[in-house]
């Protein structure tokens, strides 16, 4: 089959979804399956297998609501789109411009609505989701949230790699438990250290992080809170170097940016905790899953995708979570070990690939459901 995904980012691989996609490219590749990825534009990318969507309308607003307006670049790539023998869609947004393709896989990365729930644009976004797992051929879900909110009664840390419903599929994320092993630390993170492994938005929660650790910062044995992840949201680094000064802790809050994929295996070994402080909109975090598979403790919020992973989970408030920084940093070697444990022989890609060469061995018979 030739194949192609649609996606916002690909090259250059800077976050989650990028290496998710990346990850399938191989995977389908190694099948014997013939893939383009198509992406919003970026100058420099010498891969002949990347492709460019591009929006007028994206370009009219210079990039901003890059991710909402990119999709409208779509219909005009119908007919290069119609020689693909299925399309795997990440994001529903996308998908509503390539439904009419008689094979698409949808693929959610977490929910997008459930930063004001009840507002309407949440109920607009949650419409679309509905809408494109009900007209897609088949449907790959990272998160028990997302089949949730979809309408599927499926409880949290579901059995992964199943079959929940008629050609809908719970895909946990999963780690390369090779490249993703206990190992030399990074010489740049300062130690002790807990590890925010986290671009700069809002909904990622760092400032969280900030005011929980401020909490328990003195109990924790000099440890800095180091942030690796590139600016993001206009304004938010700003206010979180603001926010950890106010505190107290502006010295030992650390702001390290954005490390190479290649480099973060170090970055993890360099951790005594990893925090992943999200408010909303994630599935099964792939940085929990990479520090878990490095044997470094991992501590999250207990919100959307998080709720299925190993993880030491909190409520999302800064009193909560203090909580469970304090109580894991005292059982962290332990903690580790068994969340390393569990990690390698669950969420490793051996797992992830069987999962996914079963699915395309389907593509051909499946038809949306009723």
């Known amino acids: 089959m030739d194949l192609a995904q649609i996606t916002y980012s690909y090259k250059p691989i800077t976050g989650g979804a990028d290496v998710y996609a990346q990850l ?35 370009r009219l607003l210079g990039g901003r609501g890059e991710f909402w307006t990119l999709p409208l670049g779509l219909p005009g790539l119908r007919d290069e789109l119609s020689r693909y023998d299925a399309l795997i869609v990440h994001y529903p947004n996308y998908h509503r411009f390539v439904e009419w393709h008689p094979a698409t896989i949808l693929i959610s990365h977490g929910v997008f609505w459930d930063d004001r729930p009840g ?12 809408r494109a797992y009900e007209r897609a051929s088949l449907v790959v879900a990272n998160d028990t949230f997302f089949l949730r909110e979809v309408g599927r009664d499926v409880a949290p840390g579901a059995e992964p790699f199943s079959e929940v419903a008629p050609g809908r599929f719970f ?54 809170l180091v942030v690796v992840g590139a600016e993001g949201q206009p304004g938010y680094l700003n206010r979180c170097r603001g926010l950890a000064t106010e505190l107290g802790v502006g010295q030992e809050v650390v702001f390290f940016g954005p490390a190479p994929w290649e480099q973060m295996p170090a970055v993890y070994a360099a951790g005594d905790l990893t925090l ?32 299925d992973l190993p993880t030491v989970q909190s409520a999302p408030t800064a009193e909560a979570l203090g909580a469970a920084l304090r109580q894991a940093w ?34 051909g018979g499946e038809h949306p459901a009723d």
């Open 24 to 58: 399938l490219r191989g995977v389908c590749e190694d099948a014997g399956h013939p893939m383009h990825v198509y992406q919003r534009p970026r100058s420099g990318i010498a891969d002949p297998g990347v492709r460019l969507i591009r929006s007028r309308i994206s």
């Open 171 to 224: 895909f946990p994320n999963c780690v390369d438990t090779v490249q993703f092993s206990r190992g030399e630390p990074h010489p740049g993170i300062p130690r002790p250290a807990i590890l925010v492994p986290r671009n700069l938005y809002h909904n990622r929660g760092v400032h969280l992080a900030i005011a929980a650790f401020a909490r328990c910062a003195g109990e924790l044995e000099g440890a800095k």
């Open 276 to 307: 992943i402080p999200t408010l909303c909109g994630e599935g099964t975090s792939l940085s929990a899953l990479e520090s878990m598979a490095c044997g470094t403790a991992t501590v999250t919020t207990d919100v959307a995708g998080l709720a």
């Open 330 to 363: 005292q059982d962290r070697a332990e903690i580790g070990r068994r969340q390393e444990q569990i990690t390698r022989s669950i969420y490793n890609l051996d797992n992830w690939k069987r999962a996914w060469i079963g699915l395309l061995q389907r593509v």
């Open 119 to 130: 507002a309407l644009r949440s109920r607009i976004k949650r419409n679309l989701a509905r």
